[in-house]
């Protein structure tokens, strides 16, 4: 019975964290799947919003910026705009330049970010992070206090999901896949394709940020970590490609398929490295369970490859919608 | 309506359009023709404001526009084609045509949350339109096709859909016959004729077909090495010496 209230609690963090992750891929939809921007830095506007959450909501201390003590929801305001106005001054400078430009100074941005966050100790206590981030409904009895963040997780999920499957499915969202399909025809249609590019670009990073506070109140600790590529930038990547680009539900089926996959071979390999036997552990490497990290990333760059191969569109491919 | 001054646009070492200039007067279709890289889809591209002139003037309506964007320009009423059709790939044929039309209260992304109603009768009126326009174009059947799977003639009808979209006041329109078959190109003559006549459109017109030139254009502007070569009434332009010499070839006259 342990073992199995063991397996359930795994499960709900399974699920949550995955709920994260479908949060994240729906802002990356709004920008690649919808506006055609290739933004190569995710994990610095997810870290935004897990850093503001933290240092809004935290406990005076003197080891990090903090002591504000925010409602959650101001706080998770507060982090999305701040989101929103790093990806405005970004857009500003790039989105008028080529398309591959975009790549390239998110990927510059999202490693400052990361940087800032990692040296500017006085604001984030540096490498060792922000500890205390309180979570919501932490005073229930385990697993209630669980179920109950994994409801607000679901919620915020449905909520993201309905507002962006309405954005798609509305003029705003034709005019969005016109530009993406068309730039010069968009222009000749009257359409502002700055504008329309710059409103996508800073949708989605607000949601990313999103995303990021809820991380942060989920694991009541936010370091660095956050903002590495892998997890933050890649992984979404690959659940949006695996998913189906373009398509809300696509979206967030590829978010929690992919984060179980990535979970479960983490489960795998670890339980293989433990049952190897202690004379044929003397062969191999003497770090290699560092070394599992990369065969892990190398394993889900194969599962895209054969992903790819049967459904070259997704799983769930986009749909345009046909008008009654 | 339009003045072109001066005119000059250079790619690198080539004058694509040079020196050129013309007018096109309200309630005209004026023919644009001459021989392939005389540059008119560069002029319709300076007029339309996808390219900045090397130097020279562009006035639409008495207004000053050169330089300005092309969706500005949309506005203003001045609406152009593409010689190469232009569609939306991986939309629908109905929403290539919807996605046009000005004033879309829909196109704000926060009122599709907080005024759907007003979004969605906005929209049905859209619609309407679109599908009047298939109509007219003869191409109801292929409404819910992607467009990036029609033929070439097909996608050459939608883009001159998209024109009619609009409330337009100058049309240019790039070759809209090419690659259509005979019976549609005297439809799409019908249609630009009555455009004309019932909405009040200005069209200035590329075409190679020189029936539908000589059938719809008063006058016609016969542009060669991006200068203007000969402007006038067709038949004076048949007689014309350089422009048989350039264009036309000895059988035309
Ligand atoms: N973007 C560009 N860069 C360099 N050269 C260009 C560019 N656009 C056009 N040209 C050149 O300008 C000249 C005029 O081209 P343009 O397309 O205007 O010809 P056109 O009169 O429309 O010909 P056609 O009847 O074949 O359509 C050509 O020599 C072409 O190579
Ligand atoms: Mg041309």
Known sequence: MDLFYGYFLYAISLVTIGGIYAILTLGLNIQWGFAGLFNAGIAGFFAIGAYSAAILTTMPTDRHLGGYEMPYIVAALVAMVAS?????????????????YLAIATIGIAEIIRLVFK???????????????????????????????????????????????????????????????????SHAAGKNI????????????????????????????????????????????????????GNNKGAIIGAF?????????????????????????????????????????????????????????????????IAR | MLTVEDLTMQFGGVKAVNKCSFTINEGTITGLIG??????????????????????KIYF???????????????????????????????????????????????????????????????????ARAEDTLDFLQITHLRDEYAGNLSGGQKKLLELGRTMMTDAKLVLLDEPGAGVNPTL??????????????????????????????????????????????EGDIHDIRQNKAVIDAYLGGGAA
């Open chain 2, 61 to 127: 309506q008495g207004q000053d526009i050169t330089g300005k964007a092309t969706h500005q320009l949309f506005h203003q009423g001045l609406v152009r084609t593409f010689q190469i059709p232009h569609e939306f790939a991986r939309m629908t044929v109905l929403e290539n045509l919807m996605v046009v039309p000005p004033n879309q209260p829909g196109e704000a992304i926060w009122n599709n949350w907080l005024m759907p109603k007003k979004v969605f009768d906005r929209e049905e009126e859209v619609k």
């Open chain 2, 185 to 230: 190109i005297l439809k799409i003559r019908d249609m630009i004729a009555r455009l004309r006549d019932e909405r009040g459109y200005t069209f200035c017109l590329i075409e190679h077909d020189m029936d539908m030139i000589s059938s719809l254009c008063d006058p016609v502007i016969v542009l060669a090495e991006g200068t203007v070569l000969m």
């Open chain 1, 194 to 245: 700055e504008t329309f590019r710059m409103q996508g670009f800073v949708i989605g990073s607000m949601i990313m940020a999103l995303a990021g506070a809820m991380m942060s109140h989920y694991l009541k600790f936010i370091n660095p970590a956050v903002s590495e590529p892998i997890a933050s930038t890649f992984l979404v990547w690959v659940m949006l490609i695996v998913g189906g680009s």
């Open chain 1, 119 to 185: 040296n500017e100790v006085w604001a984030t206590n540096g490498h060792r992070g922000i500890s205390e981030v309180p979570k919501p409904f932490e005073g229930l009895p385990q697993p209630w206090n669980d179920l109950a963040f994994l409801a607000i997780v679901g919620l915020i999920v449905l909520a993201v999901y309905l507002l962006s499957e309405r954005a798609h499915k509305s003029p705003w969202g034709r005019v969005m896949t016109a530009i993406r399909e068309n730039e010069p025809a």
């Open chain 1, 84 to 100: 929103g106005l790093i990806a405005w001054v970004i857009g500003k400078i790039c989105l008028r330049l080529r398309s591959d």
């Open chain 1, 257 to 321: 398929l992919m984060w179980f996959i990535w979970s479960g071979t983490e489960l795998v390999l670890s339980t293989i490295v433990q049952n190897i036997p202690p004379d044929l552990l003397s062969y191999l490497p003497a770090d290699l369970s560092v070394r599992l990290a990369y065969v892990r990333i190398f394993m889900i760059g194969l599962l895209l490859q054969i992903f790819l191969q049967k459904y070259p569109s997704g799983i769930f491919p986009e749909k345009r919608p």
């Open chain 2, 35 to 56: 021989p392939n890289g005389a540059g008119k889809t560069t002029t319709f591209n300076l007029i339309a404001g996808a390219l900045k002139p090397t130097s020279g």
